[in-house]
């Protein structure tokens, strides 16, 4: 399978798919995950992440990277980063960054307006799009790659 569609009856739940997501990276020990995160302002994308950044052994806040568009969270063994690109006015700017060093190491990336580096981030291995319905959201994750797959195979 390399598509999976889900209803996500209110923010907890949200949550709690990110917590999954985070077991699953755990259980299949991937050495490196990339995911795009798509959706408008207040589609759960900063929630959803909140969940994965717990999940993977983070206790506290988890507050969105609007101005540094990076919020490094050195977990072990993984360094998880939580990107949004929202305000990135130029691709190039993640170069200068280092973004590179950042996808050398065992990391975790979630990244909020993947658009905006496009050029410069490297192929994503799954791609989640949230979509407003009320309280409710609709949550799609696409596999790009056999690391996606895998782990779509693993959603209950
Ligand atoms: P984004 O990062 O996509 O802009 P956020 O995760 O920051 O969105 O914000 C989502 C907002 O929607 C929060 O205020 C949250 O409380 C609210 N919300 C309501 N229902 C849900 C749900 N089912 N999943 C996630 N967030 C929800
Ligand atoms: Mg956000």
Redesign the pocket.
């Known amino acids: 399978m390399n598509e999976v569609t889900l209803a996500?009856?209110?923010?907890?739940?949200?949550?709690a798919m990110g917590k999954q997501l985070a077991d699953i990276t755990k259980q299949l020990n991937l050495d490196n995950l990339l995911v795009f995160?798509n959706?408008?302002?207040?589609?759960?994308?900063?929630?959803?992440?909140?969940g994965f950044v717990q999940g993977m052994g983070h206790n506290g806040n988890v507050k969105?990277p609007t101005y540094t568009l990076v919020e490094p969270y050195e977990l072990s063994p993984w360094h998880v980063y939580h990107f949004?690109l929202y305000r990135l006015s130029d691709p190039e700017e993640l170069e200068y960054m280092g973004i590179r060093d950042y996808f050398a190491q065992k990391s975790c990336s979630f990244i909020?307006w993947p658009e905006k580096g496009s050029g410069i981030l490297p192929q994503e291995d799954l791609i989640i799009n949230?979509q407003y319905n009320?309280?409710?959201?609709i949550i799609t994750l696409l596999a790009v790659t056999s690391r996606g797959e895998q782990i779509i195979n693993l959603i209950t």
């Open positions: 996500l009856a209110d923010e907890q739940a949200t949550v995160l959706g408008d302002l207040g589609a759960g994308k900063t929630t959803l992440t909140r969105s949004d909020e949230l009320d309280t409710q959201r």
